[in-house]
Nanobody, 127 residues
Framework: VQLQASGGGVVETGDSLRLSCATSGRAFGRTISNNGMGWFRQAPGKGREFVAGISWNGGSTTYSDSVKGRFTISRDRSKNTVHLQMDSLKPEDTAVYYC?????????????????WGQGTLVTVSS
């Protein structure tokens, strides 16, 4: 399984960014496009925290309270990609963002349920 995150950068408060995660491979007997996917982030000096998750078919999404209403997770199964649209960015959103594949078809908030990780992409929001 390979997960390749991209789209990070340096933006100002209130700006938008769109992260992408290209996925490939098979896990637990099925193609990765049939797994739940999530985005996590890790700010300097802090632990990795859940940001957003999406089920295998995109029918179910979940968000952390800190990004709800500002971020939108989506996926294109035909292109094996997962996106995180980030609007109204704040300095506290500054972190390395990681995409991850869940073991099952759905994506929860528990980091322990994610088995595969991308390399991370840095998002910096200046005030």
């Amino acid at each position: 399984v390979q997960l390749q995150a991209s789209g990070g950068g340096v933006v100002e408060t209130g700006d938008s960014l769109r992260l992408s995660c290209a996925t490939s491979g098979r896990a637990f007997g099925r193609t990765i496009s049939n797994n739940g996917m999530g985005w996590f982030r890790q700010a300097p000096g802090k632990g990795r925290e859940f940001v957003a998750g999406i089920s295998w078919n995109g029918g179910s999404t979940t968000y952390s309270d800190s990004v709800k209403g500002r971020f939108t997770i989506s996926r294109d199964r035909s292109k094996n990609t997962v996106h995180l649209q980030m609007d109204s960015l704040k300095p506290e959103d500054t972190a390395v963002y990681y995409c991850a594949a869940a073991r099952g078809s759905f994506a929860g908030t528990d980091i322990a349920t994610y088995n595969y990780w991308g390399q991370g992409t840095l998002v910096t929001v200046s005030s």
